[in-house]
């Protein structure tokens, strides 16, 4: 196992607002880790600064052995990071094939010319893309929305082609900011299972962010806990689950004295 | 295959039809049967075309608001005409000067203005139109305000292979992966981002290209009359363009052409009552705007309605 994603003394300030102090994390190869936390507690901020969305005020990020705070998202993307968004940001007016399309062709070397000329190298690789598309819309069971536009797409749908969007990149690791957020709970299960599934089958790692503890203990290795931007407890789900402190940020002190 | 085979059909019907309209035109124009007034009317809209499908590509597919378009017809008008008048060059290098002229400006135009969205980047654009013609009309070597004398070049020929060139390069882009790129900054350029597209780049690349195509206008249209100086290329210039564009239903490359046609025809018609044209003019935009709002078009493609189940065979057919 070695470490494929590593934060050190990760910290961003808005103003005068320090919304993430400190936050120290890693990631082994393969690992499936949850990043748990309140409402407003910085966990979407930490993603953010993960895919170079905003450029953290001080720390540093360590992805497969180089630095990569303040890398621009598309160039973090061909790196080997993909994520998807706490709220939905498919392209809407594209079809769902389109949406993963647009995502595959970072794997792809033609230029404006061969696409504008037609040249060879165009067609042998809209095919490719076309084939491998399809083929994780498959996996994603999207196949038979292909030609749909996204907007038209059920919700739970459109959570999962935003996964699909995200492994068309062919990631190393994944990010998944609240991808069960709005769903029931059987959607959910569904949805957990999907992300186990996928994690084998592309051999991936993945950090998911999760509002709702209950959901994560289940399929994660490892849970993070953030409130108030710094991490307040890490482990095993049993451990973070009898940490006061969690129980604290998450029921507030009242309610550890009715528990106590 | 089946797929493959289709294509050729499809791609040898557009060729016959392209030829033959071709041929037609031109027997006309040669037997006189095609006089000289609609000689130039064949003109405007084949011009309009051109700059209508070069603005689509900015405004339509990658959803940048620009409004400076006269911009770089008025570089691609002067910088052919000094090729032909001021050095005596000939009229094809004219056009590609004239094109890559109007790609530089794009550039310059592009990069600054990356950051900007909607309203922001509609005044900078507004701006560097009126930069262009306002520097044009201070440089003495092309004549200041009263500009530039320019022989008659442009003809059928050249017209119709400027048109179906600017068609062909912006259809294909269009639809490839690098058109698809265009489309999602269009649709949510965070997400772009994160899907690996380089905002840079392909910003610049747009309006390059929108630009090329219409510094090319420029140079057919300089050519086209006897005569062009500063005024030719002001503000409504742009804003022409502009209502063609949206006219036609942003994102449809065949509204575009559709709205450039029935515009310029009906600009032509309305020649015969000088005193209440642009009000007729403006009546016409506010019913369709009214009554089509989404455009001409909508967003849909000519194909998407003749052809309707071809997109569904891609699919099929894996």
Redesign the interface.
Known sequence: MSTILETKDLSIAFGGLKAVQNVNLYLEHGELVALIGPNGAGKTTVFNML?G?YVPTSGAIIFDGQRIDGT???RL??LGI??T?QNI??????TV??NV???Y??N?H?T?ID????LPR?WK??ND???AS?GLLETMGLRQF??EKARNLPYGAQRRLEIA??L??RPKLLLLDEPAAGMNPQETRELMHTIEHVRKTFDLTVLLIEHDMSLVMGISERIYVLDHGQLIAAGSPAEVRSNPRVIEAYLGEVATDALA | MAQNSDKKRVHFWWLLTLVLFYALIQAGISSGLIGGFYENVLMNIGIYIILTVSLHLIIGITGQFSIGHAGFLAIGAYASAIVTMKLDGPFYLAIIVAGVAAILAGIIVGLPTLRLKGDYLAIATLGFGEIVRIVLLNIPYVGGASGMRVSHMTNWTILFVAVVATVWVIYNLTNSAHGRALLAIRDDEVAAESMGVNLTYYKVLAFAIGAFFAGIAGALYAHNFYQINPSNFGFLKSFEILVFVVLGGLGSLSGAILSATFLSIINTLLQSFPDIRMILYSLVLILVMLYRPQGLMGNKEITDIRLFSRKAREVQER
């Open positions: 895919t969305v621009p998202p598309d993307t061909r993909a994520r968004f940001r498919l392209f809407h007016d594209l094939l389109d399309r647009v995502a062709q970072v792809t033609h404006f696409s504008i000329f037609r165009f690789e809209e893309m076309r084939d399809l292909a030609e969007r995200a068309a990149t």
